[in-house]
């Protein structure tokens, strides 16, 4: 069978905002007019939409797989490069579904344009989401998830943290909190947004509340202030601080993880084992957290085993997205060396689940692992026909 066909589908989604304080993807009050606005407080522009990338693949013999480029904002961009770079020199290639095949597809992608210094970025987001198609027609061409071609015998749930927690008081964040913890969630990512103080407040309020099995992952979106607060991080029950500095200061974050007990959390902003090399050589982080909309699956597994190599734990990123990347996401977490929990958003797999003819199914503490073949999802095209790109 040869590759006939890839498509694309930039989707932009109407989104609540002030509902969506606090948690991924736009945890912060925004600032400006227009669709694109920066955040009040993180040195970052947002989008005031959910934004995605899908890729369709189909082969010569009508079946399709379905892919998902992490693409907060433009999602044309990630789309035109699939179309322009991409598809012209995957269209027409034999293809099987076997493991080593699409890795070697991955490796031809990349050197499209490595030369060019086309090494991370839009680029690499193009690339996932064709590998993760790829990936799902595997997965359809065998009659198998995705998880058990990899590693056969995975578990039917995964585990997941709640990403962040929603309400404009801490009172209402406590509650909100409260009712997740009740249906079996122990870790609660944090946002920090201007008031240190607040923050470690509202952890205090959410221990008081929820007692000694709470934990809590702190991310502090590239802006914390000092070191001196970082270590208060280290008598509560933290088990990570995220993104503490702007992703290419590689220098201030060895330097902060040899200052402090609290593991450093680091993934989303990478998208290689080769832009995360310092952090895992230096065993520098303790957990690493590779996205699948910007590493695909393939890189995905090749950063998480060379992150158990050295002994460091692997959670996947998982923002603003759609069937495709949830999908990919837990079947990762279920095979991934030295990884025990996947990313829960509540309000994100609520509009993942509009496109999906089946919901992804989340037991109140996890995602259902997907037993159907490839992804086990099946998108609704109709629904999406809108936000198609003419081939």
């Known amino acids: 069978m040869k590759i006939a066909a890839i498509e694309t589908y930039a989707v932009h989604l109407d989104r609540d905002q002030p509902s969506a304080k606090g948690l991924a993807g736009s945890p912060n009050a925004l600032t400006g007019e227009g669709q694109y606005r920066w955040s009040q407080d993180y040195p970052c522009l947002y989008s005031t939409r959910i934004e995605s990338a899908l890729v369709k693949v189909t082969l010569d013999n009508g079946l399709s797989g379905w892919g998902e480029a992490q693409a907060p904002l433009a999602p044309e961009v990630a789309c035109s490069i699939v179309e322009s770079l991409l598809r012209p020199v995957l269209v027409g290639q034999e293809f099987s579904g076997a493991a080593g095949e699409i890795s070697a597809i991955w490796d031809r992608m990349y050197a499209t344009m490595r030369v060019r210094g086309q090494t991370g970025g839009f680029m690499l987001d193009a690339m996932s989401g064709v590998d993760l198609a790829l990936w799902d027609l595997a997965g359809k061409q065998a009659g198998k998830p995705v998880c058990q071609l990899v590693a056969p015998g995975t578990p039917a749930i995964v585990p997941a943290y709640l990403s962040g927690v929603a309400g404009s008081s801490t009172t209402e964040r406590v509650a909100f909190a409260k009712q997740h913890f009740q249906q079996g969630i122990r870790l609660f990512k944090l946002y920090f947004e201007s008031d240190w103080s ?20 702190v991310d502090a979106l590239w802006h914390l202030r000092s070191i001196d607060d970082a270590r208060q991080l280290d008598t509560r029950q933290v088990a990570w601080l995220e993104c503490p500095w702007m992703p290419e200061d590689t220098a201030a974050h060895l330097e902060l993880a040899a200052q402090i007990r609290t593991p450093l959390a680091l993934g989303e902003s990478y998208r290689t084992r080769r832009e995360l090399a310092p952090y895992l050589t230096a065993r520098a982080i303790g957990w690493v957290q590779p996205d699948l909309g910007r590493s695909g699956y393939t890189e995905s597994l090749r950063i998480a085993t060379g992150a158990a190599a050295v002994g460091i734990s692997v959670v996947p990123h998982l923002s603003i997205a759609l069937g495709p990347q949830i999908a990919a996401a837990i079947q990762f977490a279920a095979v991934a060396d030295n990884c025990t929990l996947c990313e829960y958003n509540p309000r994100v797999l609520e509009t993942a689940n509009r496109f999906l003819k089946q919901p992804l199914a989340f037991t109140g503490s996890g995602y259902e692992v997907p037993t159907g073949a490839g992804w086990g999802i099946e998108l609704d095209e109709a629904a999406l026909q809108p936000f198609r790109r003419s081939s």
């Open 198 to 217: 607040a923050l470690l407040g509202l952890i205090d309020a959410l221990q008081a509340e929820l007692g000694p099995d709470a934990h809590f992952a």
